[in-house]
Every structure is written in structure tokens, then in C-alpha cells.
């Protein structure tokens, strides 16, 4: 976003982040409790400023209160007894996207993200599943709009156009189940291929593959630094 310009509020921007306690137990061979917590806190850095250079105003939902912390004026606070993500997605574009026009759900394990990227995926030239809006289509039709990981099986970014198009099924081989929901109601859809938000970072490999790439994230700079105290192959 350029300085000067007024983010915009009609889009609900909700990244996901669960308990540090739990935070990315595949990495547990790797990385330490508090180096998995601090990689955590890193990637939703880097997302946190991607959105806001899109013109976003992001919400981070979460339980934690150490995150609620670093999240500062984002923060959303996860309902108690809420138990799934889905669920607490659910819970919280009823309440927070009543007067949104639009929402994206961002999984901030995806800190490669850039402001290009989250652009694309609220943008309605993106929508051409079975076709995009012409001359006659109503244009406020409900549509989404999708960001693969890099298998092509599960959802990154969901971008919905009202906040309620589908319901949330995020988990393994999400794409699918978005995909079905949206052919079911009738919803236009569009898978985005995404270089910077393909790359969740969840395994051994996906670190690997994250400090391959050229970069000056919070991200890279952590795991440099872990590489440098033989903390990472």
C-alpha cells in the first residue's frame, strides 16, 4: 500500500494462528519447542506485512495470548470451546464479516507471501471458473477464489465474495471439498497457483526448500541465523 492510501475495510482478512504449545509438531525433530514457536511468530510477521501492503487490514484469530500480544491491534480472540479451525472461521466471519462485503482466510505459515499475490486473489479479474463475469453476468454474484500449496491438494488462501459463499473445510486435500461446496451452490471459483503462498511451512523439507530461495523475510533471517548456530543442516 502506498503511504497515504486508505486500507481497505470491506474485506475481512482473518489469519488462523493455533497455540504455541502445539505449533508445528513435524518440525519437532528439527527445531526446538521455542524455535517452533519463534518460526510461528516469524511467518505471521512476514504474512501480517503482505497483507497490509495490499491495502488489507488483517485479523489474527487465535487462542493464544502470546500471539494475541504480538498480533497487537490485529488481534481476535478465539472463542473458548472452540475446538476446530473450521469452527473457529466459522464463528468468526458470522460475527466479525457482518459488514464485510468479503473475506480471505490466510494461513500464516505461508510467509513467502507477497502484497502481489494477496492482490490477485481479491482481485475479479481472477474469477473464471466456468467463466468470468461479462456483458449481462452480474458482477456481485457470490464468487472465491483459491491458493494452492504446492502439492495442488490443499488451500492456502480462500478469498469469499459474500464472507458466507461456502462453508469452511479447510485440513488435508482441502481444495476438493471447497471446490465441491462451491460447484454445489452454484459459486464461481478460481484456483490461483502462487509461487510465495504455495510454500507452507510444515515438514523438514518445506525449510529446506524456503532457505533455497532468495529472501529477506523475518522468515529467513530466523532460520539463517538457527543455520548459523548448527541449530539446521
Known sequence: MQTGETPDRSTLVLLP???????KMRLAGLLSQDERCALVLA?????????????LIPRV??????????AGA??????????????ALTRALHEEGLSALSALVLLP????ATADEVRALV???????????????????????MATDRAGRGTNALYLNPPSAIP????????ARHLKA???????????????????IDTPSDVSELLARPGETRTHRLLRELRAGDRLP
Open 168 to 175: 469452511m473445510s479447510f485440513g488435508r486435500g482441502s481444495l
Open 109 to 112: 505459515d505461508t510467509p513467502l
Open 182 to 200: 462451491a460447484a454445489e451452490t452454484g459459486v464461481r471459483a478460481r484456483i490461483e497457483e502462487l509461487q510465495g503462498l504455495a510454500l507452507d
Open 17 to 23: 494462528v493455533k497455540r504455541l504449545s502445539g505449533a
Open 74 to 87: 490485529a488481534a481476535l480472540r478465539q472463542h473458548h470451546g472452540v475446538r476446530t479451525l473450521n469452527d
Open 43 to 55: 511467518m505471521l510477521g512476514d504474512v501480517l506485512d503482505a497483507v497490509r501492503s495490499a491495502g
Open 123 to 145: 482481485s475479479r479479474r481472477h474469477v473464471a471458473s466456468p467463466k468470468a463475469a461479462g456483458p449481462g453476468e452480474d458482477a456481485s454474484e457470490p464468487w472465491l477464489a
Open 61 to 70: 484469530l487465535t487462542p493464544d495470548p502470546d500471539v494475541l500480544s504480538f
